[in-house]
């Protein structure tokens, strides 16, 4: 039979993303591909250290066992097929069990992810994401200088996501940012008992969901909403997740206090976010990635 990856989680990840190439990237930008080829393949037995999502990744693997996957990681990257060897090597050094890549030399990957079918696309470049965006797979612009994932919960992948825009459309702040606070609540109050439309990821709190059911004692997975609505604006949100029929294990309603401090608490191993304002300030203290959707980014 061929190969298929029918009934697993598919995350396409850069490299950057994965690993911290920041140093490399340097070059890379000076538009030397040569030199930058001939750099990755001098470190070719040094293993690249871990990136932003890294911890995202190892934990969403062990949720495979033998015979049983559940988890595909897939290398979506702009290197070139020799730097590649370094990304291989180095995700092999730390046990991580990805080997599926695709290395474009410069060019845009983002195209892969329809044949991929991938729930998550994880990228340092934004023309990249929007363009996976727009192409319905759910995506995020990663910080490569967020701090890293906290190492305090080993066998539990923590996972945070913004509300309007990401597991929710835009509907709702369309009207925040037209008519103002008492527009928005007025508009929510009124529609408490009907689901809002899903955001660009809604598909991967779908998937996650299903991941959840198969946790078993040696890896769980907690999700969190994390959102500057307020009471009474709260109903509609939990309402909705109600009415598709998941379930998030925490729920943060901040009515706009900053979300750093209380991620800082959290300590999700990816948060999600649509505005860069709120990414910047989270990226202080937890990874992060920017959703570029919605009305907040034009």
Known sequence: ????????????????????????????????????????????????????????????LSFNSPGQPRVEVVILSRNDPVSGLRVFRSAQHYGLGIERGVFTRGQS?????????????????????????????????VYPQSVRASDAHPHE????????????????????????????????????????????????????????SAASAGMQLRT???????????????????DWDIEIDEAMFLGGLPKGEFLREFEPDFFFDDQTGHIESAALHVPSGHVASGIANP
Do not use: C
């Open 1 to 60: 039979m061929p190969a298929t990856l029918e009934g697993q989680l598919v995350v396409a990840i850069s490299s950057r993303a994965l690993f911290d190439f920041e140093q490399e990237n340097l070059v890379f930008e000076q538009g030397d591909d040569s030199a930058y080829m001939q750099l990755q393949l001098a470190r070719l037995e040094q293993p690249a250290p871990p990136g932003v999502a890294f911890s995202l990744v190892r934990k969403l």
């Open 109 to 141: 990957p983002w195209r892969y992810l329809r044949p991929l079918r991938a729930h998550l696309f994880l990228s340092t470049h934004l023309s990249d994401v929007r363009a996976a965006l727009a192409a319905g797979v759910p995506a995020a612009q």
């Open 224 to 242: 969190a909403l994390v959102t500057a609505r307020s009471a009474p604006a709260h109903e509609r949100a939990i309402r909705t997740l109600m």
């Open 157 to 212: 992948v923590r996972i945070a996501f913004d509300g309007d825009a990401v597991l929710f459309s835009d509907e709702a702040e369309r009207i925040y940012q037209a008519q103002g606070l008492g527009a928005f609540q007025q508009h929510e109050v009124d529609r408490a008992g009907q689901p809002l439309p899903g955001g660009p990821f809604k598909p991967l709190l779908e998937a996650l969901q299903k991941l959840q």
